[in-house]
Each structure stands twice: as C-alpha cells, then as structure tokens.
C-alpha cells in the first residue's frame, strides 16, 4: 500500500518542503514540494540523503549502546540506558552542584526543534551554565563582536531589497547557509542570487576560493587567506576617508568613529593589498559600491571566522556594514515579521554587553558567556580543570565534538576524565566511541515537528507542520524523551517554552509546565508553539504542504527618541588588536595556507558515508592549485603529506583551477580523528591533526585556526 506523504527537510535552516512516496511503511522516493513554499519547489542532495539514512543507509544506529569493560559496546534497552543515566545524573548533580554536568549541542540538533526545546529547558532547570554547541566552533566570532559592538535591533536589510551585497568566506550555493551572518538566502539559494542580479544588485565576493556563488559576482576579490581582518579594515579606511559612509546613520547610532579612524590609519588601501595580495583598485571599488549603496548588506559565513585574527576580521567586517549602513530603518518594510511569533521591530541600536566579563565564568580561564554559551574549544580544559565546579558529565547532542574542536591529543585527555560521557545520536562517531552510552534516536520524517527554526528566517511569512512520515524503526527514541525522562529520573520539573536566540530561558515568562510522570504529546506540544500564531494550529496541521498566510504590511517602526544605545565601533580592546596586527610580522617557513571548505553533499559531520559523498569523495582531498602542483612535481592523485607546526596528516592530491596560488582547501570534520597514515585505507584525514587548542588562540572566546592555517606539503614517495 502506498502512499504520499507532505513535510519538510530539516538537514539545515532552509527547512524545504519536501514529499515522500512511501510503500509499506518505507519511504521509496522523495521531491521538492513547491506547492506554497516561499522558495518553490527545491531540494538540495542533503535532503534526497536524508531519506536514505532513514532507511538504514550509513549504518544508522537503531538500539542503544552502552560500553562494556573491555571497551566494546552492547546494546541496552533504551528505559534500562535512562534509568542508569538518571540515576549517575542525580547523583554527581547532589554531589557537585549544577556545574558537573554539561551538553554539546551539535548540528544534528539544531533542527530537531522539541529535543531542542527541551534540551534548553533541562539545563534551564538545572541552572548549570555549561551549554556548548557548534556554533562557538565555526561563528563564535560573530558573537564576539555582538559582545563588543552591540546590535542593531532592526536588522540588516533582506537580501531581497539590497542594491549591493558583499559576502566574505561564503559559499551559499553549497552550504545553504545565510541569515542572519552570511548574506544569501537559505532554500535556492542560486535562484535568489540571479534574481538579485537581475534587479540590479551589485555582488561583491572575497574568497581565496572562485566559489560555486562567486559566478555571480560583480566583483570577486580573491585574497591571501588569513588577511580578512587588515582587508576590512583597509575598507572601512576608505570608506571613512573619501566620505563613503552614512554619516548622518553614524552620527545617531554609533560612538568611537574617532576612535575607529585612528585605529584604521594604517590600514590604506595599499598595505592591505600587500598583505592580502589584492588589486587597490578592488579595495577601492568595494568601498565605493557599499558607500553609495541605498540599501547596502555586508556579511561573511564562516571562513573568517575560522582563520586567523577572526574577532578582529569579523569586528572590521561588522564595522564595514555600519558605515556602509547596512541595517533596516525605520519605515523599511519587513518582509517576514514571523507567523508562529509576530514581534514588532524597531529602529534602534542595543548597547554591547560585554557578556564574556561578567559571571558565569568558565572555571578554567577567565571568560564569560557569548549568547548564553561558553566556548566550545573550551571544552577538553573545562574538564580537566583542577576545580570543584569542573565539567563531569557531558551530553552530546547530535554532534561530535571531539574531532569539532580540532588538536584531538590534547581533546581526547580532557574527555578521558570525565566520569559520565552521553551520546545522542544516530551514528557512531568519535565522540560516542568514547561515550558511556551512546542513545539511538529518531530522524526528522520519524518525528513531529513544526517550523520555529525557520520563522523568523524565511523570506516570506510561512509554516509548516508535519507528522511522522513513518513509524520508529528499532528501539530508537525521540531526543526530547532523552531530557524527559532523565529529568523525571532526577526529579527536576520542567517547564516547556518557546525559545530563540537572544532570550534567556529562565525570563521567558509563558510556559508549559509538564508532569514527571504524564509522558507529553509531541502534537500537543507542537500545538503549544503555535497558540500565538497567526495561523491557528488546526489549520497549519490541515495543509501539510504548509501555509503562507496574507499578511498586513509590517513596517520597522521608529525607536525612542532618547533610546541610549549606541554601536561601539572600536572599543579599546579591538583597537589594541588592530595595533598589534598593523605591526605584525609575517609568519615566516610555510609555503601554503590550509583553508577550509564545505561540500554539497555533507553536512559538517553528516552523511560522509552517503553513497552519493563517498563516490564523490573517497578521501578528503587537498585541493591545490595546477600550478602549484606543477611546481612542487605533484601529480593528481599522488599522496603528500601536509604539516603545520602542530601535526602533520596525509591525503591526495587534487587539481583544482578554482584556488589562487599558495592555497590548500580542505574538509572539515572528514576522516578519523587520528590518521594511521593511509588516507585511502582512512577514508578521509581529520584537519584538526594541524590545530592547538592552547596555542595561537583568540581572546575572549579562545578560538583555534582552523583555516588559513600555515603548511607545507611534501610528496609521500611509493614505499
């Protein structure tokens, strides 16, 4: 018996709407629905993977695991897994206090919205500060400057209004990854760059990569990696010194332009195109499009982000899209108010908070929360740290932190003390060989869910509700029955809420509070997050393809007069930063600088192992260019070794006309964590070998390189 089934994707943020055929309870075939999606019908291979991995592909876990003595794992009925937890949970938490136990909360995660829910409310309710996830790892520098410059509460401009765009070390075509950093759309997201271009945006790229997205670039500006910061900065100087700037949008919202211009007087546009080894001319174009912009965007995925200098990079990026006036004002039109939750918008600068000073404090080094979240790279040290408040039991949910953070000797010792290590997940990876138990749990199309992750991010007001596409496979379990019942187990009430980014769990005042003992629906659940939508529930569940409701107009809304927030474009720590960077030397005795990419087919950790991934990529190459190649007398396919001053790993070489010279790119998370030396026997070589988590890190959020990083590559001859 067959049937079609309506829901969508939740690999990433777009959440595309999607239908399944299904026969006899397996799901056989699977297509965009563009039936009332805001980015029409589309589908990215992540989405057509994921049905594949539902059906058992990449071998999925469908039991739960726990490690036995002699470190083999067995499996253990999932009830039996929670009261064991539950009970190790209880008591390192009467024992030592909130601050023993901490979660990881991983890509995998993101999208699952109740387990995310609930995840929140658990730590909530157990008042530990202890929240990590993946996004210390690859963007903490964004919310470093948050910290430090403040936001503009009404946003930037829509993609879908700006008259230029630039984006720095993004590839949207790839990651379908945009809002609210990178600038782009998340679903088709190459439809929405030809409609810009057609509209007459003008697109400016900055990557050391010619990018899938850069085809359509304007102006592509093709760096040295690891000099984002003095490029931006050479912007900004420009910007300020011609007059390219919103100077009334300054004038009202923003202090430290002094400040900024004198920390930026050495950054002309000359010595950046030394550094960075980029034509004047292009510094100078790119200053004068955003300065004459009327409804400018300046962003960057995660490629600054991950390199070198990245507070100081992301700070002078943010700087370029405050001159350039990057932000919504008031009268602008909101495209997508929100439909779950609809929030008026107002015309107003919030002042830094300086977070990352204030307590809670990690216990290992002297830094704070940023966005709620201390820092993931902080992990292995938070662990071993010589402290009573020291991390003892850790939850991973959905993620696999332990090759993330990169330096796996010096990770792999930290999470050898902890006395309780927990993995929700689906796959083995290398976090949950190290676990204690490793719970098997649901995939989205097993699952009800419904669109919070995407309601303030689609283009247009839009929501979508779907039910399980099919039944559980196994003895597997949905995440949010994870912190349920272990909080039941240890006898901590929660209390169920709407949350998003910016709200702080214990203050959002409208709750659910649920039993200890009364399992809750997921449908009621679900219902609960919709009770203030603009589309009642019952008729979001009537329209599985999802609805996108006529809405009145919503317009950004002028702030208070006397409002006393203000943007800090220099404060004195980033002045200081650009000092020490305007008189650094050159790191002398590398040849290449090692960048990283993303791929089509994965996701971070994600569906490596997908047939269509591994066909395409059998290994974690290292992309170099033909040039290079040529020069060093490496031939496609030869083996080399690459090695910074912390590691060395071994892959194969590929071409690749795409990079300028001097340049490596590679994959993140691919591979084992420690390579034996053979990438094809390995199936991929693990980055991270090149990192240190104690040294060349950032401040404040202690953020290792993981791009741009200085290598050299030798040829590995036949044995």
Known sequence: MGETVKTFCRNCSALCSMEIDVEDGRMVRARPDGTA?????????KGMAAVDFHNGAENRLLHSLKKQPDGTFSTIDAEAALDEIGAKLKALYEEHGPRSIAVYHGTGAYRSVLGNLFERAWV???????????MTIDQSAKWVTMARMGVMASGRHNFRDADCALLAGGNPVVTHQGAPFAVAETGAPGKAFEAARARGCK?????????????????????????????FAAIAHVMLR??????????????????????????????ASARADVPVEQIKLAAKWLGEAKRPLAGSGTGPSMSTHSNTADHMIEVVNVLAGGYRRAGDRIRNPGVLKVKDTYELAVSPTRSFEHEPKCVSVDTGL????????????????DSPDRIRALVCFGGDPLMAVGD???????????????SLDCRMNATAEMADYVIATTQPFERHEISVPGDGSYPEPFVQYTRPVVGRPGAVIDDWEFFWSVSARMGVPL?????NYGLRFQDIPDGLPLSLTDKPDPEDLCRFLAKDSVVPFD?????????????????????????????????????????????????????????????????????RESKEARRRFPVNYAHMSPEDMAADGIAEGDTIEIASEFGAIRTLAKSEARLRRGVISMTHMFGPLHGSGDPVADGGANVGQLTSLTERVEPINFMPRYSAVPVNVRLVEPA
């Open 37 to 45: 999606s805001p980015y029409g019908a589309y589908l990215c291979p």
């Open 242 to 271: 011609e007059g390219w700037y919103k100077a009334e949008f300054v004038e009202k919202f923003c202090i430290q332009l002094d400040e900024l211009r004198a920390a930026l007087a050495p950054f002309t546009p000359e010595m």
């Open 408 to 422: 796996p000797a010096f990770a792999r010792a930290g999470f050898d003390k902890l006395e309780l290590l927990v």
């Open 370 to 385: 940023l966005v709620g979240e201390f820092p993931t790279a902080l992990i292995p040290r938070e662990i071993a740290a």
């Open 539 to 607: 008729e979001i569940k009537a329209n599985p393809s999802g609805v996108r409701p006529a809405v009145e107009p919503r317009f950004v809304k002028p702030g208070p007069p006397d409002a006393p927030g203000r943007l800090e474009l220099c404060p004195p720590d980033v002045a200081a930063e650009l000092a020490a960077l305007a008189g650094e030397a050159p790191e002398q005795g590398f040849g290449y600088r090692l960048t990283c990419r993303r791929v089509l087919h994965a996701l971070n950790g994600a569906f």
């Open 495 to 499: 209390t169920f809420k709407y949350w």
């Open 203 to 231: 697109i400016i790229i900055v990557d050391p990569r010619r990018t899938e997205t850069a085809r359509y670039a304007d102006l592509f500006i093709q760096p040295v990696p690891g000099h984002d910061a003095e490029l």
């Open 124 to 134: 909530a309710a157990l008042d530990t500060p202890n929240f990590f996830s993946s």
